[in-house]
Structures are given as C-alpha cells and as structure tokens.
C-alpha cells in the first residue's frame, strides 16, 4: 500500500520559517493535505490540494507538491503554531486514505 | 452548529466486540460521506473506514477489514462502527469525520473522540 514518510520532527525559532516535508512514490501526481493537530485537540485542515487554504487559515501556511515531495510552508512561525503536522493523500482505485506518520513542529 | 458527538468507547478484553456511535447535527448528513479515524496514544492519525453518502459503498483499511463494519442511519443522522474480535492494537481515540468534497474531499469536521481500550 501507498506509505508517506514525513520527518518525526522539526523545529523552528519564531519568526523564522518552518518547512515540513512528505514523501512518496510520485507524490506529484496526488492532491495532498495537510493537517494541524494542536495538543488536545481535533485535527485542522490548514492545506488541501497541495496549495489552497481553508477560509480562517493564515496566510502563512502554504503548499506545494512535485515529484516525490509535497511540502508544508509555515512562514513567520509563531508559538501557537506548535503541533503535530499530517500530510494526507487518497490511494484511489482503492478508495484509501493514507495519512503520514506525522511531524512534531516545535517553536523554541 | 456543526457537530459530532461520538459515545460507545470503553473497555473490553481481546475477541470481544464493541459498538461505536456518531452523532451528528448542524448540517444534511445523507449528504455526506463518512469515516473513522483512530489514533493510538501518542501516536499518528490512522484511516480506518468509510462510508459513501447513500451507504453503498464501504471501504476498510486492511488492518480492520473482516473484523470491523461500518454503518449509518441517516433518519437518525447516525454513524455506526461495528467492532469484533478486537486485539490490543486497537486501542485508540476513535474519531467520526465528515469529508466534505468542497475542501479536496478532506476531513473538515471532526468529533471530539471516543477512547477504546483494548486490554485482559
């Protein structure tokens, strides 16, 4: 079955830009997501087809998707954007959903 | 308001079986599919099944297919998750969520959880 790797964790100054990567097999060909789960709480959607934002969603999340890789783009990160991070794809013909194992954005 | 509200989690030995709930409100359910999605504690989100609109198609992850069935309601606007033989594995946050085609048929609305514990 189709598998995304994401990196366990990634950690960024506030400020800066945080830049969380998902990989697999000709990811480019695929309409990725991304989730934000906060501690606690239900997961969010900040992304979805590789770059279109969720009326309410920051500017500063943003998306793209080529090749093997679809990356989560989070400029002038701020504390409350600590979370874990899922990129998501549909394994069609068989009407799967793949999440990725998830990354742990730190704000130090 | 939109909403989900899963009951139905508890505790339960290995082989034995439990039945998940789903509430919903706030919006046309039969209009839309639904999935669970699990998450063991302190781990990454999990697919586990679906359900098409008008309930004729179901697709399973591979990990519960044959053990768990998933069912709606839509008089009753009710998710169902029908869960045998459970093992350990399974112990998780079971969550109910709305996929809405609008949004790159992803996951905009989730209920809150249920926690199953599957242990002797």
């Known amino acids: 079955s189709y598998v995304l790797t994401q990196p366990p964790s990634v950690s960024v100054a506030p400020g800066q830009t945080a830049r969380i990567t998902c990989g697999g097999d000709n990811i480019g060909s695929k309409p990725v997501h991304w989730y934000q789960q906060r501690p606690g709480q239900t997961p969010v959607v900040v992304i979805y087809?590789?770059?279109d934002r969720p009326s309410g969603i920051p500017e500063r999340f943003s998306g793209s998707n080529s090749g093997k890789t679809a990356t989560l783009t989070i400029s002038r990160v701020e504390a409350g954007d600590e979370a874990d991070y899922y990129c998501q794809v549909w394994d069609n013909p068989s009407y799967h959903v793949i999440f990725g194992g998830g990354t742990k954005l730190t704000v130090l | 308001q939109v909403e989900l509200l899963e009951s139905g989690g508890g505790v339960v030995q290995p082989g034995r079986s439990l039945r998940l709930s789903c509430a919903a409100s706030g919006f046309t359910f039969s209009s839309y599919p639904m999935h669970w999605v699990r998450q063991a504690p302190g781990k990454g989100l999990e697919w586990v099944t679906l359900i098409s609109s008008d309930g004729s198609n179901k697709h399973y992850a591979d990990s519960v297919k044959g053990r768990f069935t998933i069912s709606r309601d839509d008089s009753d606007n009710t998710l169902f998750l029908q869960m045998n033989s459970l093992r350990t594995e399974d112990t998780a946050v079971y969550y109910c969520?709305?996929?809405?085609?609008?949004?790159?048929?992803?996951?905009?609305?989730w209920g809150q959880g249920t926690m199953v514990t599957v242990s002797s």
């Open positions: 969520a709305r996929e809405d085609g609008d949004l790159g048929n992803t996951f905009d609305i």
């Open positions: 087809d590789d770059s």
